[in-house]
């Protein structure tokens, strides 16, 4: 009785899920482009394209995905980390709602995963990849390292001197502040790997920035306020990498 309770849902469940991702898939191009006419033929106001058109809207995009799979934890985790990297940005509110948010997020969670219901084993399987979360940060020595699923990690660099940093960020969203730290040899780096979900990365207005990022339905964007300061032409930050359906932002 057990093999084919799993034979039906390795026959009928994943693929399923496959024809899934395949439409949602095409329904965001398809929509993307349209937004991109509009925006184009002056039908769609570009404030409201770059919010409809970011990698915020994309995470809240695929967690509705994952709730229509019944992969509710990850679902919702995606949601509130698109949710919570949007508003900021379409209402007036800074960052200082995390007092409110993050206890909420983290007490919604523990309801879900109390109130889960238990499926059978090989379904725990394959939901299980699904739902993995993982937040890995370290510094050491001026050198960051950040591997993070399905998760918000906010890393603020305090070491007198940043070194460089590798950041891979999958579906979720990762903050690196280098406000506090300064810039030492002629050319520091950072490698980032984003698929699904956005880096936030502030520093000051002065530094040298330079980006080498190859971009797939995504987006690199300088937002520092720096016309009338004057840039440090001895020491260069660059930042290099890939971005697929997400993006990059830099800030002061």
Not at 115 to 144: C, I, L, M
Not at 164 to 189: P, S, Y
């Amino acid at each position: 009785m057990e093999t084919n309770q799993q034979g039906n849902f390795y026959r009928g469940g994943f693929p399923h899920h496959k024809r899934l991702n395949t439409l949602a898939t095409a329904a965001v191009f398809i929509i993307v482009g349209l937004l991109y006419l509009g925006r184009n033929f002056g039908l769609i106001d570009s404030y409201l394209f770059d919010i409809l058109v970011s990698w915020q809207m994309l995470l809240v995009v695929v967690g509705v995905v994952n709730l229509i799979k019944r992969h509710f934890i990850g679902g919702f985790v995606t949601i509130a980390i698109g949710v919570y990297f949007l508003l900021p940005e379409i209402t007036s509110m800074g960052r200082e709602w995390d007092n409110a948010f993050w206890p909420i997020f983290l007490i919604a969670t523990g309801l879900m995963i109390l109130f889960k219901p238990r499926h059978h084993a090989s379904r725990r399987r394959w939901d299980g990849r699904t739902e993995y979360a993982k937040e890995v940060y370290s510094s050491q020595d001026g050198y960051v390292v950040s591997d993070n699923t399905f998760g918000s990690v906010r890393q603020i660099v305090l070491d007198p001197v940043f070194r460089g940093a590798r950041i891979k960020n999958t579906f979720g969203g990762t903050i690196l502040d280098l406000r506090r730290t300064r810039l030492e040899a002629a050319q520091t780096a950072i490698d980032v790997d984003c698929t699904f979900g956005g880096v936030e990365i502030y520093l000051p207005s002065d530094w040298n920035l330079q980006t080498q990022i190859d971009a797939l339905i995504g987006g690199c964007d300088d937002k520092r306020y720096n016309t009338s300061i004057e840039i440090d032409r001895e020491h260069v930050l660059l930042v290099r990498g890939r971005v697929s359906f997400g993006g990059i932002e830099f800030k002061s």
